[in-house]
């Protein structure tokens, strides 16, 4: 698997964003979860979006936060 490959990306049937990602063979892993007590590695699709939060204000000032959504809509987590 080389290069990558574009993935679409909607919510509720509308386009949110279109992405590209890199595939990652679970082979990649072996040695590293073979070292581990690891029991199961998957690689999952989220949806990243980065954005602004915060009025401007003294006790609310701007800040960039990154926001984590599932494919069907629903935030998983934020970090800011």
């Known amino acids: 698997m ?4 574009p993935n679409m990306i ?3 049937g509308k386009k949110i964003a ?3 990602y890199t595939p990652v063979r679970a082979s990649d892993f072996n040695d590293s ?3 581990s007590n690891c ?5 999952v699709e989220v949806i990243k979006v980065t954005v602004v939060e915060g009025s401007g204000e003294e006790d ?4 960039e936060v990154t926001q984590y959504w599932s ?6 987590f934020k970090e800011s």
Request: hydrophobic share 30%; glycine share 8%; aromatic share 4%.
């Open 2 to 5: 080389e290069g990558k490959i």
């Open 10 to 12: 909607t919510v509720n």
């Open 33 to 35: 979860v073979k070292e």
């Open 60 to 63: 609310s000032p701007f800040k």
């Open 39 to 43: 029991k199961h590695v998957e690689t």
């Open 18 to 20: 279109e992405v590209l």
């Open 71 to 76: 494919k069907d809509g629903k935030l998983l």
